[in-house]
């Protein structure tokens, strides 16, 4: 066996720790509702949590709830009426989609544009992977 050889067998033989999600925790996301509109009271913090711009967290979720909106200082307000279980259900899905790993699920991640593609790329273990853009 050489060398090259050698390594690859070293290196297949560590065992690869896969990081556990349910150890981070997204905030709950604060809703408040005034008439016929829903206060997303701490965008910036989850945003902050998942070490993403809030804007691009906003433009997911006014895309993905097919509401009108804008960001208020730290919060968001959406014009219609969602309650706090469809809001961390997008921003759950946001988070599997924008912030978690593919390979090695920690959410250690940057947003990186190359070109006219966003990529992202893992701190941790180096995955890179294109994201859609919204
Ligand atoms: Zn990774």
Redesign the pocket.
């Known amino acids: 066996m050489n060398y090259e050889e050698l390594l690859d067998r070293a290196l297949s033989q560590v065992p690869k720790v896969e990081f556990d999600r349910s150890r981070f925790k997204i905030p709950d996301p604060e809703i408040v509702m005034i008439g016929n509109r829903t206060v997303l009271k701490n965008l910036k913090g989850i945003a902050s949590a998942l070490n993403r711009d809030p804007e691009h967290l906003m433009k997911y979720l006014l895309r993905e709830l097919g509401a009108a909106g804008s960001v208020d200082g730290s919060q968001a307000i959406f014009q219609g009426k969602f309650n706090s279980s469809l809001m961390k259900g997008r921003i759950e899905r946001y988070a599997d989609e924008f912030v978690f790993?593919r390979?090695?699920n920690?959410p250690d991640?940057k947003l990186v544009k190359q070109g006219r593609i966003l990529m992202m790329r893992?701190e941790?273990?180096?995955?890179r992977v294109a994201v859609r853009s919204i």
């Open positions: 790993c390979e090695c920690r991640t893992c941790a273990c180096g995955a």
